[in-house]
């Protein structure tokens, strides 16, 4: 199993600015996963980040707006960037290894933009 | 992506058996069928998976039918802890990329 912490938990920021959110594992893992959560809504996927190469967007997601960062085997970041009220979600990471394994969920974080 | 069908609510009472169906009718013979659930406020947690054969773990008991186009989740003794969004997801193991692709859930509800 792996255990994942997530920073910030929760956040409101204004319209336009940035915000640049931490996946933390307790153990090395070849791929991690961001998602988003819209408000009352399914799990979307927006992006593969695996350690020493670019990460790979899912449909509708774009670099520029979510830009990934995965520097070492146990940590990635994601920045939501020139946030709207649209980007209001939360957003989770996980991480999983082989094909027939289980992925792990971090608890989240809750962005409200204003 | 292969997608699945699944009911967007259902109804238990506490300590009775629960099954949840899925439909995937367009499941490939590499496809395995994957469970989550998410519980209020928390991020998906794993409850069990297969191929072809049933499964069970201490959580829950995986039936898959013959032709693999529909499984069902089963909870042998529901209690207001199981009462959270349920999951099937199918996941290609030839594909390379591991990624999983939610559908809708259904969100059960356990009655006291």
């Known amino acids: 199993s792996a255990v994942i912490s997530q920073k910030p938990s929760r956040d409101i920021c204004q319209r336009g600015t940035s915000l640049t959110i931490q996946c933390q594992v307790d153990?090395?893992?070849?791929?991690m996963f961001w998602y988003r959560q819209q408000p009352g809504q399914s799990l979307t996927l927006i992006a593969t980040a695996n350690q020493g190469s670019e990460a790979t967007y899912e449909s509708g997601f774009v670099i520029d707006k979510f830009p990934i960062s995965r520097p070492n085997l146990t940590f990635s970041t994601l920045t939501v960037s020139n946030m709207s009220p649209e980007d209001s979600s939360i957003y989770l990471c996980s991480v999983g290894g082989r094909a027939t394994d289980t992925q792990y969920f971090g608890p989240g974080t809750r962005l409200t933009v204003l | 992506d292969a997608k699945t069908t699944q009911p967007n609510s259902m109804e238990s009472n506490e300590e009775e058996p629960v099954h949840l169906p899925c439909n995937h009718s367009?499941?490939?013979?590499?496809?395995?069928i994957h469970w989550y659930r998410q519980l209020p406020s928390q991020g998906p947690e794993y409850v069990i998976h297969g191929l072809t054969s049933n499964v069970n773990n201490r959580m829950a008991s995986l039936a898959i039918a013959e032709d693999r186009k529909s499984s069902t989740l089963i909870l042998h003794r529901a209690t207001l802890r199981d009462a959270a969004v349920y999951y099937c997801?199918?996941?290609?193991?030839?594909?390379?990329?591991?990624?999983?692709?939610f559908g809708t859930g259904t969100r059960l509800k356990v009655l006291a």
């Open positions: 153990s090395q893992v070849t791929m």
């Open positions: 367009t499941i490939s013979g590499t496809d395995y």
């Open positions: 997801i199918l996941r290609d193991v030839t594909s390379g990329t591991y990624k999983y692709i």
